[in-house]
């Protein structure tokens, strides 16, 4: 079974970088499309985006000026940078698989723990 | 976008009750729906992908039905670790994926 797990700073000061990165064991990071997805404060649940261990990505329109997903093959990784971050962008992050390789119908099968990013001064 | 509304926000169960959640697509979705259960400080679950196909090792008291706009969630004896809260997601509008806004189930 593939477990997952992120890790990055928890604070952040305001237009500066957000970056966190997912270790993925138990499975190839071949395997999998890989995403991001954060629950706000609120509880609401938003997707960033996917990455496929070829480079291949995937953003939610929303994000997409802000946001790039990288993939470490070496390493069995992939990476989340948002940039010009505000307290609107404090959430916990969790890194998530997608067996189903991205398309229409894909779900989330396997997700981290997530971990609390707070975007302040 | 679709919008995905849940109901109810909230419930209150005993343990051994039938319980229904809803999830109301703003727009047809055929079958491209999921639903996760969720406790505070550890990661999601998925219960059942692409409307009513249960995932592996989840125990089969979970149900999912529904197609187009209209889909439940249906556990059919609630049990102790059931107490959670349930989020439903469409996978039919990529990349412009979206969650419902969550069902918490909780001790009646």
């Known amino acids: 079974q593939v477990q997952l797990q992120e890790s990055g700073p928890g604070l952040v000061k305001p237009s500066e970088t957000l970056s966190l990165t997912c270790t993925v064991s138990g499975g190839s990071i071949r395997s999998y499309y890989w995403s991001w997805i954060r629950q706000f404060p609120g509880k609401g649940l938003e997707w960033i985006g996917y990455?496929?261990?070829?480079?291949?990505?995937n953003y939610n329109p929303s994000l997409k000026s802000r946001v790039t997903i990288s993939v470490d093959t070496s390493n069995n990784q992939f990476s989340l940078n948002l940039r010009s971050v505000t307290a609107a962008d404090t959430a916990v992050y969790y890194c998530a698989s997608d067996p189903t390789l991205g398309g229409r119908g894909l779900f989330f099968d396997y997700w981290g723990q997530g971990t609390l990013v707070t975007v302040s001064s | 976008d679709i919008q995905m509304t849940q109901s109810p926000s909230s419930l209150s169960a005993s343990v051994g009750d039938r319980v229904t959640i809803t999830c109301r697509a703003s727009q047809s979705i055929s079958s491209y729906l999921n639903w996760y259960q969720h406790k505070p400080g550890r990661a999601p679950k998925l219960l059942i992908y692409?409307?009513?196909n249960l995932h592996s090792g989840v125990p089969s008291r979970f149900s999912g039905s529904g197609s187009g706009t209209d889909f439940t969630l249906t556990i059919s004896s609630l049990q102790p670790e059931d107490f959670a809260t349930y989020y439903c997601?469409?996978?039919?509008?990529?990349?412009?994926?979206?969650f419902g806004g969550g069902t918490k189930v909780e001790i009646k």
């Open positions: 990455i496929y261990y070829s480079g291949s990505t």
């Open positions: 692409t409307a009513s």
């Open positions: 997601q469409e996978s039919y509008s990529i990349p412009h994926l979206t």
